[in-house]
């Protein structure tokens, strides 16, 4: 069984940084593709970036690619995500997954475990 904890989120104006982390108990980090996934009200969730760590392989949504960057540090057994020039359209709540899985899945069906959830509120 795999914990997931978030945070870093909050509320931050247009142009701004924001860095999410991702906390994980369990298994360490180089078992698992990791996912940054994000949500708004009537919209179904999306993947905002990813990263296969035994594969050494990341990939970022053309959205957010150049201004979000995925990391991980496997002795912290922590994911973050580095938000820079935030746009009022990346408002959402923001989850972290991960999944034991071939390749980096683009979709939620592919991770089996998630955090709570940590709101990102980008004012323009």
């Known amino acids: 069984q795999v914990q997931l904890v978030e945070s870093g989120g909050g509320l931050v104006q247009a142009g701004g940084s924001l860095r999410l982390s991702c906390a994980a108990s369990g298994r360490t980090f180089r078992s698992y593709v990791m996912g940054w996934f994000r949500q708004t009200p009537g919209k179904e969730r999306e993947i905002v970036a990813g990263?296969?760590?035994?594969?050494?392989?990341?990939w970022s949504a053309d959205s957010v690619k150049g201004r979000f960057t995925i990391s991980g540090d496997n002795a912290k057994n922590t994911v973050y995500m580095q938000m820079d020039s935030l746009k009022h359209e990346d408002t959402a709540v923001y989850y972290c997954?991960?999944?034991?899985?071939?390749?980096?899945?683009?979709?939620?069906?592919?991770?089996?475990?998630w955090g709570q959830g940590t709101q990102v509120t980008v004012s323009s």
């Open positions: 990263m296969n760590w035994s594969a050494s392989r990341t």
């Open positions: 997954a991960a999944g034991i899985r071939i390749g980096l899945p683009l979709t939620s069906q592919g991770y089996d475990y």
